[in-house]
Nanobody, 124 residues
Framework: QVQLVESGGGLVQAGGSLRLSCAAS????????MGWFRQAPGKERELVAD????????SYADSVKGRFTISRDNAKNTMYLQMNSLKPEDTAVYYC?????????????????WGKGTQVTVSS
């Protein structure tokens, strides 16, 4: 069983930066691939970025490539999402998710564990 808690969301102006954290409790964090998803009002939940259990492989949605960086510290049981050059269209609730596989799945339904989310609002 893995419990996930996101933090670091908030209100920021366009062009600004935020760093989200996802703290995991439970054992064997390093045995889980992780992902960041987001969901804006009236839209489906979408994958923003995912990272393999070792941190050696990452992937990003086209909309955030070059602006967001996903990382993890297995010694601290924590995953991060550094978000730079934020845009109003990045406004959403951001969720972290975990799956007991090596590489991050691309579909939300494939992840076994979810946090409750943190709100990110980017003003223009």
């Amino acid at each position: 069983q893995v419990q996930l808690v996101e933090s670091g969301g908030g209100l920021v102006q366009a062009g600004g930066s935020l760093r989200l954290s996802c703290a995991a409790s439970g054992r064997f964090f390093s045995s889980y691939a992780m992902g960041w998803f987001r969901q804006a009002p009236g839209k489906e939940r979408e994958l923003v970025a995912d990272i393999s259990w070792s941190g050696g492989r990452t992937s990003y949605a086209d909309s955030v490539k070059g602006r967001f960086t996903i990382s993890r510290d297995n010694a601290k049981n924590t995953m991060y999402l550094q978000m730079n050059s934020l845009k109003p269209e990045d406004t959403a609730v951001y969720y972290c998710a975990a799956d007991p596989t090596q590489y991050g799945p691309k579909e939300a339904a494939e992840y076994d564990y979810w946090g409750k989310g943190t709100q990110v609002t980017v003003s223009s």
